[in-house]
């Protein structure tokens, strides 16, 4: 199989992999909520709002990645495949997008009504209110420096994810670069090529001349 045909089955499999991972952070926000526990799940949906970014970011590098391997591709059929590709990527990548913004939308609903049933308890009287109130205290605690961190991790892996994708652009404006400079250097060498005989040819003639006289 040719090296480009390869790389470009080596995304396929990828994008599948980070629609997945995509797929399961967004059906994460959208249950989260449902089990009751308003306020710490409230603390939880910006990690996964952060892991559900960095699938959309890691699906964008594939599509540009795609984009620039999909006009080096060896035949016609396998160029139109591959453009086939990058649409229907680009048309899963928006609807994938919008059901992360209707997640979102759930997961704030879930959040508010959980929240509201907490405060409700909360407020109430009594020993068992009263411990509640301490233990969502600690657990929010916990919870707010757990996200802390991640969101913390999560902002270091995407700069390193910006940095690798220019790099594969000066990669690819580098590659480019070089090959017009060795077309240049071909032309140079045929136009040397064709001077040195024309050289020939009139120092030939030259001496043509001089044994004609």
Known sequence: MDEVTQAVENLKKEWNQAVSQLEESIAAIRSCGKTGKGTEEANSLPRLNGSAQDALQLLKSLQFRLDLL?????????????????????????KLRASLRNANLQAKENIRKAAQEERELLLGGGEESTIRRRNLQTKTGMTSSAESITESLRRSRQMMVQEVERSASTLATFDESTSVLRKAEGEYQGHRSLLSRTRGLLSTMQRQDVLDR
């Open 70 to 94: 999909a006009q080096q591709l060896p035949t016609f059929e396998e160029v139109q495949s591959g453009q086939a590709t990058l649409e229907s990527w680009d048309e899963q990548y928006k």
